[in-house]
């Protein structure tokens, strides 16, 4: 695992996007991104609509979809994934789980199949406080394809703040599984706030355990981990040091 340390969240959202973009470029065949949803990402997106990169030959797929909302739902992550990137930026096509359908099983597993028939070169990730990666809540196991999973209630609790009410919060979801995940070529995860800093802790320096489903990626080979301050103030002093060096390193 590598890891970067930014001061701003300016830093973060344009690291974080400056390594996408290298991905882009790097690719010109085409490749495939998997994107993420919740507030870690935005600054990243935001990025990636100012820079008007030619993005025609990226595929996207995304991590997960709320069980019961419609496509067009207000508060469906299609809807997110539309206001934040998909408007402005044009790709060559862009997928996530179907929600409100009448068989969520069979969606996982058709996800699963078009996931890895494609491919991910590289996946975005933000991180929940409890350590769940996408909506692998803890406890799910390491291998999980895509399924449908039971939302606990603190992440329910923490993502009521992209809702009117709790109730509407659904208790569902369809997510990529750990082991789906695993399987993209290269991980990005993105992490800012002093509510990440324990899970960033248990991820980076903890020892691997599904009571805190990122810290499976220790395992990867390729994972790069950009932080501000608050999400890695519980690390090592010397971890600290490696990726405030690590930053200014990239930034020469
Ligand atoms: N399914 C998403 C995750 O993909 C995301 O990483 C997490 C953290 O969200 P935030 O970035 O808003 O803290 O929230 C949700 O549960």
Redesign the pocket.
Known sequence: MKWMIVKKAEELANVSYQLLKQEILRHPEGLTIGL?????PLGVYEEWRKDQLDCRHVTTVN??EYVGLSPDHPHSYHTFMKEHLFETVTFKESYLPIGNTADPVEESDRYEHLVRTLGIDIQL????SNG????NEPGTPFDAKTHVTELTES?RL??QRFFDRLEDVPSEAITMGIGTIMEAKKILLVASSERKAEAIRDMMEGPATVDCPATILQRHADVMVVLDEEAASLLSEEAKRTGRAAYTNFMK
Do not use: V
């Open positions: 993420a949803t919740g507030s870690s991590l997960d990730l933000g991180i929940g769940h990666i996408a909506f992440t923490a993502n």
